[in-house]
């Protein structure tokens, strides 16, 4: 299976909102690189990420585009997120089924058939002015 298909394999997972499909291709210590906070080593914290995720917004990617390195290791991903905002986090507005369209992307790499890394673009200033 090639970088691309396992990227899109994962992108599929994710909005089929299933998670232990997406963990089963990440790689054991995955580097997980947000838009904004600290970065997460490991299944574990991705896996804590997630959770977080899933309780506080519901969503769905679409128009997804993708671009590969001529050495098949890293992708490159252009999508819209169509989501919902369910629960306030921290420092955000707050929460009331918000719903919102914003662009993002992510670079990922992939080595001997597992995500090694997960990095994720979006304009937050324009989310948080989508949701407020």
Known sequence: MTALDIVNRYYAYFNQKNWEGML??????????PNQGDVRIGNEK????MQKMDEAYEEILTELV???SSDDTRIAAEFVVNGVYKQAEEGLPPAHDQTYILPAGAFLEVKEGK???VTTYYNLPLWI???S
């Open 46 to 49: 991705f896996t804590e990420f």
């Open 129 to 131: 002015k989508l949701v």
């Open 66 to 68: 993708f671009f590969t």
């Open 24 to 33: 089963s291709l990440l790689h054991s210590e995955v580097r997980h690189e």
């Open 115 to 117: 995500i090694t890394r």
